[in-house]
């Protein structure tokens, strides 16, 4: 039985070009559009889907951090990012949070149908010419490296929550927190709160609209 393919974003004509490259590259598989990240979500947690192609910057999408979420909470399903943000720091960001591909929007059809084949065929696809930027790509990796609630808490930390605010809200012991905030400070190589926050927003970057939109 074939699987599925679910091509999350939130352009219809968008959704409609990358359906055409889908079902030339994989053919045979049912495919499903969605809008948004939660819906991808959905359809991701029902199993069988053998791609998602992500946008990152859907109306509930944080950028690399909806990236980093898909792969850690469905490792096996393949991601492939089509993004309007070209930024050579984001492309290698997608690639160390273990994307199957990075496909800009102002892709030519030819060439996203090649990445979407390469995919296909097991192999990874990025564009030419992304720059090595060491000291991005050791944030990445140690963002990607925290937990699922060492990440929640980063997250509250960067809304400017307090120990307090943030145990209530996760429904654990302040001292629970803490001890999460010294895991935190030790995998990210920082000595406190506000250095934690500015490698944080470097995924919250990520996920914003371009600045002409």
Do not use: Y
Not at 71 to 77: A, C, E, K, L, S
Not at 200 to 210: C, F, H, I, Q
Request: aromatic share 4%; charged share 25%; hydrophobic share 45%.
């Amino acid at each position: 039985m074939s699987g599925r393919v679910v091509i999350a974003d939130d352009h219809p004509l968008l959704r409609a070009a990358i359906r055409g490259c889908v079902e030339q590259a994989w053919p045979g598989r049912e495919v499903v559009e969605v809008a948004d990240a939660a819906s991808a979500r959905a359809e991701a947690a029902k199993g069988g889907v053998e791609l998602l192609t992500l946008d990152l910057h859907m109306a509930d999408s944080n950028g690399l951090q909806t990236l980093m979420a898909f792969r850690q909470d469905f490792p096996d399903m393949p991601v492939a990012i089509v993004s309007a943000s070209e930024e050579s720091r984001i492309r290698r960001g997608a690639q160390e949070l273990g994307a199957a591909a990075f496909i800009p929007k102002s892709a030519p059809l030819p060439e996203m149908r090649a990445a979407l084949t390469a995919v296909a065929e097991g192999d990874v696809w990025f564009p030419n010419g992304v720059e090595d930027e060491a000291e991005d790509e050791g944030n990445i990796e140690k963002l990607a490296r925290l937990t699922p609630a060492q990440r929640r808490i980063l997250t509250l930390v960067s809304e400017g929550k307090l120990n307090k605010q943030i145990a209530h809200e996760m429904d654990i012991s302040e001292a629970t927190v803490k001890a999460h905030m010294t895991a935190i400070f030790r995998r990210l190589g920082v000595v406190n709160r506000t250095q934690a926050v500015l490698i944080a927003k470097e995924l919250d970057a990520a996920g914003l609209p371009p600045a002409e939109v």
